[in-house]
């Protein structure tokens, strides 16, 4: 029953999400303020029924109702109760409805919070977002309903996959899907824009805060899949240039580019068409990831869906976005002036490099990624194109834009000269160059790589202080930092998050060691200045599955640090195994252990790494993703809103 | 600078910019494509020799020979109408088993032995690897139009 209730309110959203997506943009084009009226109420209705039906699908996993098909395939009486919550996205109709739920979520707080906002833009933004949610809806309802009854009620479920019985795996999905879905806001916010054809500083600064909340979300998503893959898949990596993990990747990289667009069209009303071809694309590589990773056309764990259905209709809703957001920006964009002039050397050719390296960077990893696809739709061969690759390609593509990262912050609008610039920077210069020489031999031994990434590193580090050490001296000493806006940190909090990002891959990368071996009982295994011995082999019994245990004691110079315990497990309903590594983490170095697979005579394969400032990489993200919590914090936002308020009111008035 | 100067100036420096980065990574691309074979393919002789490439099929049942010391291992991979012999040194995945569906990239040695460096079968029980799925598919439809021509 609860699951036909669930049901019956998906129906009932799609018809308001077609009336929120028809009826505000038909007030807008006529003038009609009672349509336009329409967008908020339908955005709240539409917030409440994918709710209901979210609760109810929730539900049914916890009362293991395997009479609904999608429960009965992703769930299991013995899962505990958190992983059978976590189990409601564990597949592809849950994912979906997921999907719907935050972009339902995300409406809402755009009706919310857009009181200052001319009613007619609020009405265009809100109309976009309910076109969107028509799509999905009709995909969910007509291709992956969640709640379809089975015929023949199993009396236990297929259990969830195992990979995903993880606690990492109960927050990615949403925070990937925050991020993935938050694009939209910015999304609409530009069609809205194109539609009227006004694009002014107060567009850009409220649309500012949206994009920076959704990348928040996206860069959260991203760092917990890779330290979920680090930790969970055995292999030591963190990034594997793997399909999905790049179609995550994709917006990220063009939503960061986004950001700094739309500051310099909030500062200086220029790049505004860049601007909006950006919105543009980051929500449209948004829906691309989630048709890469929904139809089916990669096969990996994240592709649950075999349906052909499905594929087809989900490109075919990609083609109609994407074709009539860009036939829309073809026709309006030219009407969208940009003013102000500036230098060739300016913040602003700044931040257009910025813009250029990112865009150029995710054209690398689109093509890395799509070509194998093409060329196998196309008939003409498999191939598969590995990290190399992208390893090649998008490192050097880095270099540039990790020197200007630190390079930015220092110009001035307008015009910079670049003695001005030079003078201002040599300091740093001269640090991060005896830094970046220095510390690989401190580490043990040089490689250029590693020596340009410390620089590159040391670099970023040096400007930013002596540039907030520039601003304390202008304004009147360090007590006047704290007057600072939050937006001034923010920004620097995330560029320091990138050097810290950038440490631990090059100096994990540089300095690892990798080990496989066989060990028998009593065998020790020599690592990173560190000694593992294996003391043995144990049954262990889980929830629902049962384990082999090694216990494997870490020492360092013949003193016991630790006992690491990595697994093997089997789980009862699949049989599927998965290897549980071990880790010893530490701020400056991981030891990693895993285990293999019997070798007979008691002998097992054992994988140890030591991995030097691994951790740094998470580190580095965490840091960017406050950087991004904090410009979100920052006043003049808030004020913003206060003061076109006024303007409003005035306008009503006048 | 003149205006005018400036913007050529920026235009001739972003298509330089660009040319590099197009030239940088289709020189990647070019080397880094990796192809895939089936086992049919590479006893026909289509597989290169000097470069590393994909085979996949399904581990032959009984195959499976790892050594008494080391983690060398040897298997034969098949696609129901050749096979290939495997060397591997390493932990195989979770998920490799006898009769099931496997790809290795490496390379071909010029004993015919396949020397792997990297050995994936995929995270689900069910779950074919498409790439071993195809050259399985590929044999039997040559089989089939062998026997009734």
Known sequence: ?654 | MKPRHKRLALIASGIAALAITAALVLNAFQSNLVFFFSPSQVAAGEAPRDRSFRIGGLVQAGSVKRSQEGLSVQFVVTDTAKDIRVAYAGTLPDLFREGKGVVAQGKLGADGVFHANEVLAKHDENYMPPDAQHAVDQAQKAQKTLRNP
């Not at chain 1, 040096?462 to 202008?474: E, I, N, P, Q, Y």
């Open chain 1, 1 to 654: 029953m609860i699951a036909e209730l669930g049901h019956f309110c998906l129906i009932l959203a799609l018809c308001v999400a077609l009336a929120q997506g028809v009826l505000p943009l038909a007030g807008a084009v006529r003038g009609n303020a009672r349509w336009l009226a329409f967008a908020r109420p339908a955005a709240a209705t539409q917030f409440v029924l994918v709710a209901l039906a979210f609760a109810a699908l929730a539900w049914a996993f916890a009362q293991n109702d395997f009479s609904v098909a999608y429960v009965a395939q992703h769930s299991n009486s013995r899962l505990p109760l958190e992983y059978r919550l976590s189990a409601v996205w564990g597949g592809h109709e849950g994912s979906l409805l997921l999907w719907i739920l935050l972009l339902a979520g995300w409406t809402l707080a755009v009706a919310l919070a857009s009181g200052p906002l001319p009613e007619i833009m609020v009405g265009r933004t809100i109309g976009v977002l309910g076109l969107v949610a028509a799509g999905f809806h009709a995909f969910i309802l007509f291709t992956s309903n969640p709640f379809e009854r089975l015929l023949q009620v199993p009396a236990e479920g297929r259990d969830l996959n195992p990979l995903l019985q993880d606690v990492g795996l109960i927050f990615h999905p949403p925070m990937l899907y925050m991020g993935y879905v938050g694009f939209s806001v910015a999304f609409a916010l530009a069609i809205a824009a194109l539609a009227s054809g006004r694009l002014d500083a107060a567009w850009a600064r409220w649309s500012r805060p949206w994009t920076t909340a959704a990348w928040v979300f996206l860069t959260l998503g991203i760092a917990l899949g890779s330290y979920w893959a680090y930790y969970e898949l055995g292999w030591g990596g963190w990034w594997f240039w793997d399909p999905v993990e790049n179609a995550s990747f994709m917006p990220w990289l063009i939503g960061t580019a986004l950001i700094h667009s739309l500051a310099v069209t909030e500062k200086r009303g220029v790049l505004k068409n860049w601007t909006l071809l950006l919105a543009i694309t980051a929500f449209s590589l948004s829906l691309l990831g989630t048709f890469l990773v929904r139809s089916g056309v990669l096969t990996s764990v994240h592709a649950f869906a075999t349906d052909p259905r499905r594929g087809v209709f989900i490109l075919v809703l990609l083609v109609l976005v994407i074709g009539a957001s860009l036939i829309l920006y073809a026709v309006r964009a030219p009407r969208v002036v940009s003013g102000g002039e500036f230098d060739l050397v300016s913040r602003e050719t700044f931040l257009l490099a910025n813009n250029v390296l990112l865009a150029v960077a995710c054209a690398t990893v689109f093509l890395g990624t799509l070509y194998p696809l093409a060329v196998d739709a196309l008939g003409a061969g498999k191939i598969s194109v590995g990290p190399p690759y992208f390893n090649t390609v998008f490192g050097p593509l880095m270099v540039p834009l990790l020197f200007l990262v630190a390079l930015g912050p220092h110009a001035s609008w307008r015009s910079t000269s670049v003695a001005e610039l030079a003078r201002r920077t040599r300091l740093a210069f001269a640090f991060a160059v005896g830094g970046g020489l220095a510390l690989p031999f401190a580490m043990g031994s040089f490689s250029p790589l590693v020596a340009l990434g410390l620089f590159l590193v040391l670099w970023i580090t040096a400007c930013t202080f002596l540039h907030v050490r520039s601003r304390a001296a202008a304004s009147g000493g360090a007590p006047a930092l704290l007057r600072q806006p939050a937006s001034y940190w923010g920004m620097h909090l995330a560029h320091l998050g990138l050097a810290v990002c950038v440490v631990g891959v090059v100096v994990s990368k540089g300095y690892e060691t990798e080990k496989e071996v066989r060990m028998a009982q009593g065998d020790t295994l020599a690592i990173g200045g560190y000694s593992l011995r294996l003391v043995g082999m144990r049954e262990a019994p889980g929830p629902n599955y049962s384990a082999v245990v090694g216990e494997i004691e870490l020492s360092r110079d013949g003193k016991l640090l630790k006992v690491l315990r990595p697994e093997k497990r089997t789980y009862f309903s699949s049989q599927m195994p998965m290897t549980e590594a071990a880790i010893d983490p530490g701020l400056t170095r991981d030891i990693y252990v895993s285990i293999g697979e019997p070798l007979g005579g008691g002998a097992w394969s054992v994988r140890a790494y030591y991995k030097p400032f691994i951790i740094w990489i998470w580190g580095g993200a965490l840091l960017m993703a406050l950087g991004g919590l904090l410009a979100l914090s920052d006043q003049r936002y808030r004020r913003a809103r206060a003061a076109a308020q006024a303007s409003t009111l005035q306008g009503a008035k006048a």
